[in-house]
């Protein structure tokens, strides 16, 4: 590929606890991520997934190796850094965190309200037609509180997806899902990626959703195994 990784780790360890505790939890991760590719990663329980994700967010710090997001060095970065570098970023996690006291239009304005260049924009309008695009036109007034649980992983995808991110990292994004919502979920996710240009990780159990990738990566044990195209 020609254009420059949006993600890319070399030789990427990390480890928990300390002294005699200390565990290796990531082993020489080595991993380049470019603009646009759907890209997900499977392996058992304990594998490394989820610590591999948040390192790759910009939520946890970087211990040892390098670890670059977006043209930035994660390896020693500051804390203003890895803020910066969170506000380019949309995350979805397998509970959606929607404040259940919000709409579903207050829960995506919300995360638009963090970016500077929004602030003159019309919000709610921008908001909407998120909620438009993950089929909840109907819905932008309800409180998230009353919606399914396919609904309000759509608000997720809306929330993350609105400020246009060129990452967009999800962990889980349909365990909580039946088959067919966990199905409409991915394949928005998908579609407005494809649409925006915007790069997905995502980590899942679950087999039925492997087609939409173009890219199947393995954990097993904290190493990243045997990659395959799809
Ligand atoms: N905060 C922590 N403190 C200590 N050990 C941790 C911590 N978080 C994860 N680990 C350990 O690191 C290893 C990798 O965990 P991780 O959560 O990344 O795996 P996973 O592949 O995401 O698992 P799952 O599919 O169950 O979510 C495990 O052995 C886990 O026990």
Do not use: W
């Amino acid at each position: 590929m020609s254009s420059k990784p949006v993600i890319s780790a070399h030789q990427l360890n990390h480890y928990f606890g300390k002294g005699e505790l200390r565990k290796q939890a990531l082993f020489d991760i080595n991993l380049e991520i470019y603009p646009g590719e759907i890209v997900i990663m499977t392996g058992p329980s304990g594998s490394g997934k989820t610590t591999l994700l948040s390192l790759m967010g910009g939520l946890r710090s970087v211990q040892e190796g390098s670890l670059t997001i977006l043209e930035q060095e994660m390896c020693g970065a500051s804390k203003r850094k890895m803020i910066q570098v969170r506000k380019q970023i949309g995350y979805i996690f397998q509970a959606h965190n929607l404040l259940t006291f919000l709409t579903a239009k207050q829960n995506v304005r919300m995360s638009l309200e963090l970016h500077p260049d929004y602030l003159e924009k019309d919000m709610d309008a921008i908001a909407t037609e998120m909620l438009q695009a993950v089929g909840l036109g109907d819905r932008v007034d309800y409180y998230a509180d009353s919606l399914s649980g396919g609904q309000k992983q759509r608000v997720a995808i809306a929330r993350a997806l609105a400020s246009r991110p060129k990452i967009v990292l999800a962990d889980e994004p349909t365990a909580a899902l039946d088959k067919k919502s966990g199905r409409d979920v991915v394949e928005i996710m998908q579609r407005l990626a494809k649409e925006q240009g915007c790069t997905i990780l995502l980590v899942t159990h679950d087999n039925r959703i492997l087609d939409i990738a173009d890219r199947i990566i393995h954990m097993e044990d904290g190493r990243l195994a045997a990659a395959s195209y799809s």
